[in-house]
T-cell receptor
């Protein structure tokens, strides 16, 4: 089944404790992206990757890192999480970035206390 | 700037009615538009898309209309069902083509 998977689905952590949210797609997509979703603000892009070893900042990259060592994986790293990073996170992928539907993962709900 | 907005945050309809969800976009250079449906606790799910060289596109029970003159996008759902209850987002490509810009969403509630 073609899908985007994320882990963990739910995470509660404390300020400053490094964490990684994994994202994997099995569709051989070149483009992958991370979004955060907050009430009243909608979906905002954090980082994206056009292909392996090619990543770039989205609209709200502060406090996040990403890597793209393999085509299928695009982990999101929070080196020192803060409470303002409490949010719902979605990973998405598409065959190409422009003019293509993006497939979304099920989401990761992160709470930073 | 580039932004996509929706006219109404909520829409309530009766089962069997036709629903129309509207979206205004600001970037006249946008080339691709897409509608997503998001149910509670799930990721956005693709509904239908349309390119700027088209005015209308139909899917199963859904139709998307694009009016480039007034930069308006709409999603029509025929014979709305309780299972259609969700948040609906419109989105557009940026000029750089590296991200989708999402509107804030319309919550559709269908009562039976």
């Amino acid at each position: 089944e073609a899908q985007v998977t994320q882990n963990p689905r739910y995470l509660i952590t404390v300020t400053g404790k490094k964490l990684t949210v994994t994202c994997s797609q099995n569709m051989n997509h070149e483009y992958m992206s991370w979004y955060r979703q907050d009430p009243g603000l909608g979906l905002r892009q954090i980082y994206y990757s056009m292909n392996v070893e090619v990543t770039d900042k989205g609209d709200v990259p502060e406090g996040y890192k990403v890597s793209r060592k393999e085509k299928r994986n695009f982990p999101l790293i929070l080196e020192s999480p803060s409470p303002n990073q409490t949010s719902l996170y979605f990973c998405a992928s598409s065959l190409q970035p422009l003019g293509e539907r993006q497939y979304f993962g099920p989401g990761t709900r992160l709470t930073v206390t | 700037g580039e932004s996509v907005g929706l006219h109404l945050p909520t829409l309530s309809v009766q089962e069997g009615d036709n629903s129309i969800i509207n979206c205004a976009y600001s970037n006249s250079a946008s080339d691709y538009f897409i509608w997503y449906k998001q149910e509670s606790g799930k990721g956005p799910q693709f509904i239908i898309d349309i390119r700027s060289n088209m005015d209308k596109r139909q899917g199963q029970r859904v139709t998307v209309l694009l009016n480039k003159t007034v930069k308006h996008l709409s999603l029509q759902i025929a014979a709305t069902q309780p299972g259609d209850s969700a948040v609906y987002f419109c989105a557009e490509t940026t000029q750089a083509g590296t991200a989708l810009i999402f509107g804030k969403g319309t919550t559709l509630s269908v009562s039976s």
